[in-house]
Every structure is written in C-alpha cells, then in structure tokens.
C-alpha cells in the first residue's frame, strides 16, 4: 500500500546538536514532497518543499531537506537545534497518482533538551 | 503575511448535534481542503473543493458531512449528527493551485469534542 513513514516516534536532541527526522515513501510516481511543523496548540506550518531540480532544498528557520530517490527518502535535518524547535514534525507526499492530496507520515515528536 | 484562519479554535458539542467548522483560505487562493486528525492518529485527507465543486474526498467523507462555499471569502464543513469518534482536530488548508504544483497553507485547526 501507498504510504508514507516516519519511523521515530520521538526524538530527543540537546540544544546546539544536530538534528535528521526521517521520511520515507512507498510510492511509484514522481512525489512532491513536503515538510510540515506543528508547535503545541498551534496549526501545520510549512518548513520547505521539494517540487524537482536539486535535491537539498532549503527551508525555513534554518532547516534543509534531501530529496533521495534510490532511497525513496526525504529527511529533514537542522545542523544546530535550538530550544524553540521543539514541535511535531509531519512528513507528506503529494503525488499524480494519489491525486490532489497530501498523506502525512504519522510524525515525529521533536524534544530539546538544554 | 496571508494566513488560513479557523473559527472556533475549540468546540464542544452533544452527540447527535450538527456543528459547522469556519475557515477563510487565503484570498487568492483557488483550492480548499479539510483534514483532520483524531488524537495520537495521522492527519487525514476529507475533502478537497474547486471551482465551487467538491473535487476529491475520502471514504471518511460520507454523507454525515457536507462542505459549502457560501460566499467569496468563507470555507465550511458541516458535520450532520455527530458521533463520539468524530471528535478530532480538523484543520482548513488551501492552495493557489494543486498540490503538485504548490504548497498547502494549514490553519490553526479546530478542536472538536463530541461528548
């Protein structure tokens, strides 16, 4: 079945660590593929998206993505955490075979510890 | 900076009531979506809205719900005799174009509680 997968649950870093949230797809079609964050009480914003051309695309707030199409992964990494990026973290994929829609991963839980 | 807005942020209402979640997309933008996300579960796809038509929906979206465009600004989902397990954050998103073209701008949900 088509799906995306996110396969830490939770995530813990210390502040001024480095940080990678793993996605992965199963999808056969070209995907467009997203980032979302949601801090608590608070709605999806959108980090960055991958549309085509490079591959490492870059987001807000200081976070980068990498579009990997032999590993059917897009994982979102952020080279020095800070206190304030502890959120949820949604990955999700759009593709033409899915239609004009996006299915998440089920997130990642993003805890920063100083 | 244009932003999805959701009205009311919390809901609480009986079972079998009907409720109408409130959103206004951003003003140019052409696609509406309902998503929503029942505590601990994934976000899920209901519905999507163009051209004053629903364009795509899920098995969630039977026919306990409805969605409208009452007027230029408004985006609305309608849910016909609640049941406990419709209790769920529902968000309002849109798009200027398709999801495989453009991004979806999220609102900050509604937190529906049917008790």
């Known amino acids: 079945a088509q799906s995306v997968t996110q396969p830490d649950i939770h995530i813990t870093v210390s502040e001024g660590a480095s940080l990678e949230l793993r996605c992965n797809y199963s999808?056969?079609?070209?995907?467009?593929l997203f980032w979302y964050v949601q801090s608590p009480g608070q709605g999806l914003q959108l980090l960055l998206k991958?549309?085509?051309?490079?591959?490492l695309v870059q987001g807000i707030k200081g976070f980068e993505a990498e579009f990997k199409r032999s590993q059917s992964s897009f994982n979102l990494r952020k080279p020095s955490v800070h206190w304030s990026d502890a959120a949820e973290y949604f990955c999700?994929?759009?593709?033409?075979?899915?239609?004009?829609?996006?299915?998440f991963g089920a997130g990642t839980i993003l805890r920063v510890k100083s | 900076e244009p932003e999805v807005t959701q009205t009311p942020s919390h809901q609480v209402t009986q079972m079998g009531q009907e409720v109408i979640l409130r959103c206004v997309p951003i003003?140019?933008?052409?696609?509406f979506y309902w998503y929503r996300q029942i505590l601990g579960q994934k976000v899920e796809f209901l519905v999507s809205?163009?051209?004053?038509?629903?364009?795509?929906k899920s098995e969630i979206f039977d026919d306990q719900f409805s969605v409208e465009r009452p007027d230029g600004s408004n985006f609305t989902l309608k849910i016909r005799s609640t049941k406990l397990e419709d209790s769920a954050m529902y968000f309002c998103?849109?798009?200027?174009?398709?999801?495989?073209?453009?991004?979806?701008?999220f609102g900050q949900g509604t937190r529906l509680t049917v008790v």
């Open positions: 998103a849109s798009s200027y174009q398709g999801l495989l073209n453009t991004e979806a701008f």
């Open positions: 999808y056969g079609a070209t995907p467009y």
């Open positions: 991958y549309f085509s051309g490079d591959t």
């Open positions: 999700a994929v759009a593709t033409m075979e899915y239609g004009n829609k996006l299915v």
């Open positions: 003003s140019n933008h052409l696609y």
């Open positions: 809205f163009y051209n004053n038509e629903i364009s795509e």
